[in-house]
């Protein structure tokens, strides 16, 4: 299984360097110069961090050192984690008949393999899933589906290539209640969020849903590609405006170099951030933790541990 601290490695890289300088003087109590701060800002801003963030824990910083003596590890620490705001745990509630989640997201972000690492999941939770493909679009995306049913031990639900999405919803649905299922997670095409027709078939899929469950589906998450840096935020608010989302999976957290994004996506955006990829295993899929995600970026194991000393483990040049 992948750490936080391995996945992050490379949006960590992005500003190590500058951050080692910041702390070494810290470390030192001696006062951080201007350019070691804006070296410090611009470095954050090229791992997509908000920009209103990177300054304001520049100023944090600057204004920190006018004062008393500060750990500017600790101060960073806390304004990060604080600006995530609260993440509870996704408790996935019992549901009668059952408790249904729909899975959209552009192409190739990660919502086929995010389907099946949640299925696994609720496996463990002792729930009963089943996996439905209404990414009807692909023959090879319903079968990457059935194949990792398989691999989880799970029901699945595969459409005919070319069937109609929202009917393979539905009969998922039906489906999953017939064989005593309490949760169906459904995978969908990826579409892209700035084609109206394919944004429209959410709709479609949702109706369809109701049809079976008056308040399916119960939760409609959005998978983004971390990659995809401050991009992924533009693709959240449409999505967000043509399906109204419950929640977003941060896929492919380990791959990026601007994770930065995150903290946009959680000021910003407000959507609960409910699950993170860490790499392409079934087990690879981690309930979002603020601080976790914070240390890992501060290059810190989690949990950190307050009494941790000058070489903490941040990368030093
Ligand atoms: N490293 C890493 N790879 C991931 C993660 N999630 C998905 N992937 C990989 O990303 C690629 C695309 O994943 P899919 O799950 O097929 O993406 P999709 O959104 O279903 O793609 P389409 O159905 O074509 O739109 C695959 O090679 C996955 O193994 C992750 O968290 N970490
Ligand atoms: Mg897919």
Known sequence: MVTWLNALSRTRKQFAGALARVFSRSDKGEKVDQDTLDELEATLLLADMPVRLAAELKDEIESGYKGLRVDARDMLRKIMIKSLG???AYPWPVVDPLL????????GSGKTTTCAKLA???KQAGRRPLLGAADTFRAAGSEQLRIW????????VVGRTGADAAAVAFDA????RARGCDVAIIDTAGRMHTKQPLMEELGKVRRSMAKHT???PHEI???LDAALGQNAVVQARMFNEAAPLTGVVIAKLDGSAKAGFVFSLARDLKLPIRYVGL?????????????SFVDALLGYESPYKETAGADAGVERR
């Not at 049913?149 to 699945?156: L, M």
């Open 86 to 88: 609260d993440a509870p």
């Open 100 to 107: 249904s989640i729909l899975v959209v997201g552009i192409n």
């Open 120 to 122: 696994a999941l609720a």
């Open 149 to 156: 049913s398989e691999r989880v031990g799970c029901e699945a």
């Open 173 to 176: 649905l039906a489906a999953a």
């Open 214 to 216: 008056p308040d399916a």
């Open 221 to 223: 998450w959005l998978v």
């Open 279 to 291: 790499g392409e295993g079934m087990a690879d899929l981690a309930p979002f933790d603020p601080a």
